[in-house]
């Protein structure tokens, strides 16, 4: 009898050291989750904040023409940033379209325009917002 209770004690000790493992596992996926969100949310604001300065920017152009670039590098250092740290398409396909807006932007400038049209930017850099904190 000793020995039975012997071997269902080692048989409950396994059992639970494997339930912790599983446990520690989902929580630690579940944790790189909730990471991942806040980052995404943490850049998004700051591509908000980039974007608020970008707009600033473009109304202050005649005054410092480099404002709008470094607004613009801002971005895309934030852009490359979430990239990195995400897998979900719907966040992917943001970054995406927030790039396509930017590189847009950016074209206007080496074409002269002073004043480009940033709202697409803006519209994006919205869109990213909204697939991060969903």
């Given at each position: 009898m000793a020995a039975s209770r012997r071997r269902r004690r080692g048989v409950t000790t396994i059992a639970a050291a494997v339930a912790a493992a599983a446990l520690t596992a989902g929580l630690t996926t579940g944790c790189d989750?909730?990471?991942?969100?806040?980052?995404?949310?943490?850049?998004?604001?700051?591509?908000?904040?980039?974007?608020?300065?970008?707009?600033q920017a473009v109304e202050n152009a005649?005054?410092?023409?480099g404002q709008l670039d470094a607004s613009l590098a801002a971005i895309d250092k934030n852009l490359d940033k979430i990239g990195d740290k995400t897998d979900n398409a719907d966040v992917n396909k943001a970054v995406d379209d927030l790039n396509k807006a930017v590189a847009n932007v950016r074209t206007s400038i080496k074409n002269g325009d002073d004043t480009p049209d940033v709202s697409p930017v803006t519209d994006a850099a919205g869109e990213l917002t909204k697939v991060c904190t969903s």
């Open positions: 989750a909730v990471n991942k969100a806040l980052d995404c949310v943490q850049t998004a604001d700051s591509i908000a904040d980039s974007v608020t300065d970008l707009q005649s005054d410092d023409p």
